[in-house]
């Protein structure tokens, strides 16, 4: 018999995510294991495996979210829109709406701190990242719309994200407080699709 809520679908994932996310930050990653994580989730390791395929996907757990993100700026932009654009405001609402994907939330220095100590999330983090560019890549070359370089957009778009991060993050880990580099996260963002639009690529 499986344990309670085991066939939970989604409301189980959640539960899961939640629990390994208090955990690791608590802890750190590398000193937390798959067993205790379904323990505290009251699911087998099985059931956890079955719903997160590797254990850093237990932390790292929006990589679905992110490349359905980005295949909706591409597929679902209004006409007349073109995708840097649409690219553009997506990012710029994550950043408003404070979405764990902005890089800046309440959640954001302990998750960037759990992140930079362990070798292995590291690792997915950049398996990740190539992932959602080799995504986006597609997403555009399936678009009849456009008639840039996909490779080159999708690389481009996805190395700046990621570097916005990345010192968004070593700020944060170093004291700041993310109210106050809110606007400069922000206009780091914009500097990014200036030069997108203006100094790398012609769309």
Not at 58 to 61: A, C, S, V
């Given at each position: 018999m499986p344990r309670t809520g085991e066939r939970g679908g989604p409301q189980t994932r959640a539960r899961i995510a939640e629990v390994a996310a208090r955990l690791f930050l608590e802890r750190g990653f590398d000193a937390v294991t798959v067993t205790e994580v379904a323990r505290q989730a009251g699911v087998s390791s099985?059931?956890?495996f079955n719903h997160f395929p590797r254990k850093e996907d237990?932390?790292?757990?929006r990589a679905v979210d992110a490349a359905e993100l980005l295949r909706a700026a591409v597929r679902d932009?209004?006409?007349g829109v073109d995708v840097l654009a649409s690219l553009r405001e997506t990012t710029l609402r994550l950043v408003d709406a404070g979405h764990p994907l902005s890089g800046v939330n309440d959640r954001s220095t302990p998750f960037f701190r759990t992140v930079a100590a362990s070798p292995a999330l590291l690792a997915r983090a950049r398996e990740i990242a190539a992932d959602l560019q080799?995504?986006?890549?597609?997403?555009l070359g399936r678009d009849p719309a456009f008639e840039g370089d996909a490779t080159l957009l999708a690389a481009f778009f996805i190395a700046g994200y990621g570097t916005v991060l990345?010192?968004?993050a070593r700020r944060l880990i170093a004291g700041e407080e993310a109210g106050a580099l809110l606007d400069d996260h922000r206009a780091r963002f914009e500097r990014l699709f200036a030069a997108l639009r203006n100094g790398v690529l012609v769309l």
């Open positions: 099985v059931t956890v237990l932390f790292l757990d932009r209004s006409a080799r995504t986006l890549a597609e997403e990345a010192e968004t």
